[in-house]
């Protein structure tokens, strides 16, 4: 038995993508867990991500409301890139901003259960693909800031989701009828003129693979601490999500701060 803080799974692009939960000294591969019955308990105890004070409820990921409403990794802009003003000097932290936000940002195409458009810090990639569980992804325009990202985000989703329906996302597979090149090219026709100077001209198509044994039917999410424990055979992991055989799933980054106790 291991103890510690649910957090986002720290993900490397293998094939399959390897996933592992770092929680202070404890260090677990999760894929060598598949096939295998675990059982996760929560303590009761949550905290803070960023101060560690005991909670009742977390914010956002993991956070108090002080550390919610005044850290600047939860400005509305981090959801709404384009809201973002730190391009304009206005931001809660402009050292962090400069850092995060003031940086080269791609806007790009992938699939999880549906074609969706989305934006990340050029830094980020690949890893921001491999939370959401994407099949294939494409970087699409090169931008240098978060604001123009989210410009050409709003733009896009008149011809594209830019949100995932996790449960379809779960039962997904390789698709056989998308091909995100085309969609790529395609894309460049309906920018308008303003925004076709950000376009990346080279083709650099990614592909994942998930480590699942196969995709069961979503019956139940699990929500710690309300549920208390999740019990069973675990059949893989996809995007943060633990998948269990009989249909239970799990995330485990919207769960961050909760503490529990890893059976295996």
């Known amino acids: 038995m291991v103890k510690g803080y ?24 999760f894929n060598s867990l598949i096939g295998k019955r675990i059982s996760i308990k929560a303590t009761g105890n949550i905290r803070c991500v ?7 409820k977390t914010y956002g990921e993991g956070f108090c409301w ?14 709404r890139p384009e809201l973002c003003k730190a391009h304009l000097g206005i931001a809660r932290d402009m050292v962090w901003a400069e850092a995060n936000h003031i940086q080269p940002h791609i806007v790009y195409l992938s699939y999880t259960n549906t074609i969706k458009v989305g934006v990340t810090r050029e830094t980020q990639i690949p890893i921001r693909w491999l939370d959401q569980g994407a099949i294939c992804a494409i970087p699409v325009l090169r931008v240098p800031n978060r604001y123009i990202a989210g410009v050409c985000e709003v733009f896009l989703k008149q011809f594209y989701a830019d949100k995932t329906d996790f449960r379809k996302m779960l039962l997904e597979k390789f698709p056989t009828d998308v091909n995100l090149i085309n969609e790529k090219h395609n894309l460049l026709t309906l920018l308008p003129s303003e925004l076709q100077q950000y ?14 044994k196969y995709y069961p039917y979503i ?3 699990i929500n710690l601490p309300g549920d208390e424990m999740v019990e069973g055979v ?3 992991i996809k995007g943060q999500y633990l998948l269990f055989e009989h249909g239970a799933a799990m995330n485990m980054r919207s769960q961050t701060g909760v503490e529990i106790e890893l059976y295996y």
């Open 66 to 79: 002080n550390c919610f409403s005044a850290l600047p990794q939860n400005e509305a802009c981090v959801l």
């Open 219 to 221: 019956t139940k999410v």
């Open 234 to 236: 675990l059949s893989g």
């Open 6 to 29: 649910l957090c986002k799974l720290t993900a490397t692009p293998c094939r399959p993508v390897d996933y592992e939960w770092i929680s202070g000294n404890v260090h677990v591969k």
């Open 50 to 56: 960023a101060c560690e004070a005991a909670l009742s």
């Open 199 to 212: 376009y990346i001209d080279e083709d650099l198509l990614n592909t994942f693979l998930y480590q699942v």
